[in-house]
């Protein structure tokens, strides 16, 4: 018996994470789920969206399964996922991307993993807006080569954060039968951040001889991604691009619905579908719950469950192939809950 902490999410979120409950329970593995509450329904009842006791439970439990949550644009708290990352260290942020035969894309056979450091970058967090106290003196330091109504992000790469991040890249190709790793940065430009991320990835590859090491600059590995994806295995970068390019991955399978997420750290990992919280489609019951099931099975895997995660992906994988319950966004009319019974019913036969 297994204890999780399930959190629903706010928007979609319900939708899909008890549709990837529901299959959990389905494949047979014994789960007692404790139910926390973070994001809008955590502000309306507590006023933060992310409350002590959600936190302490991933903290007890050291796994969670979660929805998505909103983050509001450009005011507003910041984001509950950047911060459950960094309370938690949550330092590796993992995004498989994999074709599904059934989708239609103009790449049928993309089997790649994005390794994204989770901790630092841009994400930190630490900004101070234009004509504050501590932008004068950040721009002060620059010589004029910094406007004075600038607002200032600041972007902290530690040698630390950067090989561990790449350990977790190799020590999960080796585990997972993959071959190469590639590390993508923009080293040529920033070549004191970005240039001690791959110093780290230069160090950490020489451990691991058995896996082809190689890299590429982020503009590049963009091209790269929509010109021949096939050509990558995993891929290790910093905060900011793994967000990006992992992105621009679930596109090359079929968008953000199919797209399967984890946060991984030492002493916990919380599981989650790549794509937002679309409130827009809150409580409609027609958003594709794939990327969760996925998350889902991620989670199993990662539990030691490597049966009942295979069997959930062989089933997601059948019933997209037959196309007979899919949702709107691959091309069909089913709700979420269709489709959810659907997979369910694959995995029972």
């Not at 989708?103 to 841009?122: A, Q």
């Not at 992105?247 to 991984?264: E, F, Q, R, S, T």
């Not at 990992?269 to 489609?281: C, D, L, R």
Request: aromatic share 8%; with cysteine.
């Amino acid at each position: 018996m297994y204890r999780v902490t399930f959190i629903p999410g706010d928007g979609v979120g319900p939708d899909v994470a008890y549709s990837a409950r529901k299959v959990v329970e389905a494949s047979g593995v014994q789960v007692e789920w404790e139910e926390k509450i973070a994001g809008e329904p955590a502000i309306e009842k507590y006023n933060t969206p992310l409350p002590d006791d959600t936190l302490e439970s991933i903290k007890r439990n050291k796994v969670a399964l979660k929805g998505p949550i909103t983050t509001p644009i450009g005011e507003g708290y910041r984001s509950v996922n950047v911060l459950l990352r960094q309370l938690l260290n949550l330092y590796a942020c993992l995004r498989p991307a994999r074709s599904i035969p059934g989708i239609k894309t103009s790449f049928p056979n993309v089997d790649l993993v994005i390794v994204r450091e989770n901790t630092e970058d841009v994400y930190s967090g630490v900004e101070f807006p234009p004509h504050s106290e501590e932008a004068k003196k950040i721009i002060a330091l620059c010589e004029g080569k910094v406007r004075e109504d600038s607002a200032i992000t600041l972007k902290p790469i530690s040698f630390y954060a950067s090989e561990k991040i790449v350990r977790f890249a190799f020590r999960y190709a080796l585990e997972h039968n993959r071959k190469k790793v590639t590390c993508v940065t923009k080293a040529n430009i920033m070549k004191f951040t970005d240039g001690l991320f791959l110093e780290a990835a230069r160090k950490v590859a020489k451990e691991f001889p058995q896996i082809e090491f190689e890299e590429r600059l982020v503009d590049n590995m963009a091209m790269q991604l929509v010109q021949k994806p096939h050509l990558y295995d995993v891929i290790v970068t910093p905060n900011l691009y793994g967000d990006i390019l992992s992105d621009l991955c679930a596109g090359l399978i079929g968008g953000l619905g199919v797209a399967p997420g984890a946060n991984m750290g030492d002493d916990a990992a919380v599981f989650e579908p790549v794509h937002g919280s679309a409130p827009k489609y809150k409580g409609m019951n027609k958003v594709n719950p794939t990327a969760a099931i996925l998350s889902a099975a991620m989670m199993l895997d990662y539990l030691g469950e490597k049966s009942a995660s295979q069997r959930i992906e062989k089933a997601v994988r059948a019933v997209i192939s037959e196309g007979k319950w899919l949702t709107y966004d691959l091309g069909g009319s089913a709700s979420t809950t269709d489709m959810t019974e659907a997979i369910i019913d694959k995995i029972g036969e």
